[in-house]
Nanobody
Framework: QVQLVESGGGLVEAGGSLRLSCAAS????????MGWYRQAPGAQRELVAA???????NYALSAKGRFIISRDNAKNTVYLQMNSLKPEDTAVYYC?????????WGQGTQVTVSS
């Protein structure tokens, strides 16, 4: 079992920045790719960014140029640096970790961007 705990969400003005963290515990040796999804009210959950165990990254078009995903394998932690935030970035952000056979999810952290 892998447990994921997010932190770093909050309220920020448009144009501001936030850094989300997601710490994994438990059977962390099983984790390969990690990443972030988000879900706005009334919308489907969408992928924001992903990072492989070797550091290769993938971003949603909406995140490219503004968000940076990184991970510290020694700390079993993945980060999402969000810059130039927009009101449309408002959502609950969920981190995930992919094991060999299953995907684990965090509980989510709220990000609210005011205009």
């Amino acid at each position: 079992q892998v447990q994921l705990v997010e932190s770093g969400g909050g309220l920020v003005e448009a144009g501001g920045s936030l850094r989300l963290s997601c710490a994994a515990s438990g059977r962390t040796f099983r984790i390969n790719a990690m990443g972030w999804y988000r879900q706005a009210p009334g919308a489907q959950r969408e992928l924001v960014a992903a990072i492989s165990s070797s550091g290769s990254t993938n971003y949603a078009l909406s995140a490219k140029g503004r968000f940076i995903i990184s991970r510290d394998n020694a700390k079993n932690t993945v980060y999402l640096q969000m810059n130039s935030l927009k009101p449309e970035d408002t959502a609950v952000y969920y981190c995930y970790g992919d094991g060999v056979l299953e995907r684990s999810w965090g509980q989510g952290t709220q990000v609210t961007v005011s205009s």
